[in-house]
């Protein structure tokens, strides 16, 4: 059985860190960064906890290739992505 799944990339009220991550359960595992269920991680730590962007896939290998691709890319790859789906860099949790 296939099971389908996101990548998404936060950032901090600064729009300065870029986390990338990916998942079969995107609200849930936002809702995680946003409350910081994981203290010590990198997201927590850099305060990256706002959605800037997503994309879901049919199914999970997918989403984890692509967050391969992202993660191999630049700053301004990463930044260009965002802004081609959201140019003003709103959180975008609220449309999950």
């Not at 799944?5 to 991550?21: H, S």
Request: aromatic share 12%; proline share 1%.
């Amino acid at each position: 059985m296939e099971r389908g799944g996101a990548v998404y990339i936060l950032t901090n009220k600064y729009n300065k860190v870029l986390y990338t991550g990916v998942t079969s359960n995107l609200k849930s595992r936002i809702l995680e960064h946003k409350e910081k269920i994981y203290p010590s991680s990198f997201s927590a730590k850099y305060n990256t906890c706002k959605l800037v962007y997503f994309m879901g896939f049919d199914n999970i290998e997918d989403a984890i290739a692509e967050e391969k691709r992202i993660k191999g890319g630049s700053r301004i790859e990463k930044i260009k992505l965002i802004e081609s789906i959201n140019l003003e860099w709103n959180d975008l949790y609220n449309q999950l």
